[in-house]
């Protein structure tokens, strides 16, 4: 049943036996996903379980870290994303992390092109401004800044600056987006506006989010994983996941017997 | 304080205790920081009663004058200074600057680890040491002394200072701000260029100022490599004037006027250092950047 609703879906983004960790111990085991295009996937499991790690094996952030090993493969549109230049793949998958992050000596502006003008491409003025406009409309954020684009993007409020910071990826014209747990350093409101924006993106790029919040998990995605002690113990379709789990270990996480 | 005494309710001896103990303390803490400003003052105030006086347009812009002649200026210390804290300044900032970077990005490594001990030993070794080591580096084979050797000399008393508040500097950069510029796919030398180098920038300016002010009034080293000069020179592989120096000669020698000369000189000195301090608070507090 979950896979025929699996595979009416187009794949954009496969792992097959992914393991990875550092110094020798593996904190992800054995994870082999198949992401579909345009729809929002939530990756679910206690703090620790290794959601985070397996998020950063997608664009290659995890072999920063000093000590780290990934074995498996990872698919983009059916290429092997270990044997692209991570440069390249990177400017393919957006990220936006735990805590804003907009670059304290840039403006909005700036912020929003900073993908383009650290990269040294040049582009037209015209091009540039529309891009800046179109993107942060986007987000929702063009209203609020629309006066004030040359201030820089650290006075902005945190709600404010998670959503720069989703521009600033968007602005690369990403295929996939990785999101964590961009709402777990704001507060309501702001992570409500967060959430609607996500929403927002559905079929405009594929969300892959790291989430430890349940209720979130259940309100905005499509698909979610379970991951538990760095193994994949479930992954479908939301619906079913949240109310029909085969795992007896997603149903005691569900319930919150652990977590 | 009074009205606590006789109105108020009496305190619990407890807490009078404490209240009394945070009284002495913060009378100890004010007294002390007074004490550790009083060096300073009496310095600033000795210099300037008997420096002052000899400051005027032509001490700036004059030749010292022969013995027994009166009047004469410094001009030439004054322009030798700048020459040799401007020859320093180019050769230990790229320098310093780059290890420092290499220090904060790879500090772990081997290679990081014997660098940043050579960079702290450099740091310990006297001035005067480095002097006799640009001497007999650059002086002994050119077989003369030379503002080059005194600009160089100076460096290696730069350098470490600059490496080190480079590479401090850029370990307080928060490590998200790095991953937000990998992540969108920055490539790592612009990464370090564009995104972390920028972001560190008024620690890197601030270290750089005060290494200048600690070369500028080196003495020590000059003594055997830019040595002196009593007239006006711009080539830097002659012999060259420095403020600490005059400052040296004029005062070891039996003449009253040229110790008056020295007071004015060491004026002179504490005001460009003085303003350099100044300045580098400037740069912290204006282009502090909040992450």
Not at chain 1, 141 to 149: A, F, I, M, N, T
Not at chain 1, 162 to 184: G, H, N, W
Not at chain 1, 192 to 211: D, M, R
Request: glycine fraction near 8%; charge should be positive.
């Amino acid at each position: 049943m979950e896979d025929t609703i699996l595979s009416a879906e187009s794949t954009i983004l496969e792992t097959r036996h992914l393991v990875a960790g550092f110094d020798g111990k593996d904190v992800v085991k054995d994870i082999s996903i198949a992401v579909p295009a345009g729809r929002i996937t939530a990756i679910m499991g206690p703090s620790g379980c290794g959601k985070t790690t397996f998020m950063r094996c997608i664009n290659r952030m995890h072999e920063l870290v000093a000590n780290a090993q990934v074995t498996g493969q990872v698919l983009l549109d059916g290429e092997d994303v270990y044997k692209l230049n991570p440069i390249l793949l990177r400017r393919r998958i957006g990220m936006v992390f735990q805590r804003p992050n907009p670059f304290p000596t840039m403006s909005i502006y700036d912020n929003v092109v900073a993908g383009y003008n650290l990269n040294g491409a040049r582009l037209a003025r015209v091009d540039r401004d529309r891009i800046v406009e179109e993107t942060l409309r986007r987000v929702t954020l063009w209203d609020e800044v629309k006066d004030s684009l040359y201030r820089r993007g650290t006075f902005l409020s945190g709600g404010q600056q998670q959503r720069l910071c989703i521009a600033r990826a968007l602005a690369m014209k990403p295929e996939i987006v990785l999101l964590d747990e961009p709402t777990s350093a704001l507060d309501p409101k702001a992570t409500a506006a967060i959430e609607e924006l996500i929403v927002s993106l559905k079929g405009v790029v594929t969300i892959v989010q790291v989430t430890h919040n349940i209720p979130q998990a259940a309100r905005i995605s499509d698909y979610t994983a379970f991951i538990h002690l760095g193994e994949l113990v479930e992954f479908g379709p939301t619906k079913t996941l949240f109310t029909v789990p085969r795992d007896k270990r997603t149903e005691e996480y569900l319930s919150g017997k652990f977590g | 304080m009074k009205k606590n005494g006789a109105s108020a309710p009496r305190l619990d001896p407890a807490v009078a205790a404490r209240v009394r103990g945070d009284f002495v303390f913060r009378a100890l803490v004010l007294v002390l920081s007074l004490v550790a400003t009083i060096p300073l003052l009496l310095i600033l105030v000795f210099i300037i009663v008997r420096g002052a006086s000899s400051i005027n347009w032509q001490f700036i812009s004059e030749l010292p004058k022969p013995m027994g002649e009166p009047g004469g200026g410094i001009s030439n210390a004054i322009v030798g200074t700048l020459l040799l804290v401007i020859i320093a300044t180019v050769v230990s900032v790229p320098l310093g600057v780059i290890a420092g970077i290499f220090l904060s990005e790879h500090g772990k490594s081997r290679l990081g680890n014997v660098a940043r001990i050579s960079v702290e030993t450099l740091m310990g070794i006297p001035s005067i040491v480095l002097g006799i080591v640009a001497y007999v580096w650059i002086v002994r084979p050119m077989g003369h002394f030379s503002a080059l050797s005194g600009g160089l000399s100076l460096a290696m008393i730069m350098l470490p200072v600059i490496t080190l508040s480079t590479e401090e500097t850029l370990l307080m950069i928060p490590l998200t701000l790095r991953e937000a510029a990998l992540a969108l796919g920055v490539s790592y030398p612009r990464t370090i260029l564009r995104v972390i180098l920028p972001a560190g920038m008024s620690g890197i300016i601030t270290g750089i100022l005060l290494a200048v002010a600690r070369g500028a009034g080196e003495t020590a080293p000059l003594l055997f490599t830019s040595f002196g000069n009593p007239f006006m020179t711009v080539n830097i592989l002659k012999p060259m004037a420095s403020l600490p120096h005059t400052i040296f000669t004029y005062a070891t020698s039996p003449y009253p006027e040229w110790q008056t000369l020295a007071w004015g000189a060491a004026f002179v000195l504490l005001v460009i250092v003085l303003t350099l301090n100044i300045v580098t608070k400037l740069v912290t507090s204006r282009w502090k950047i909040q992450f």
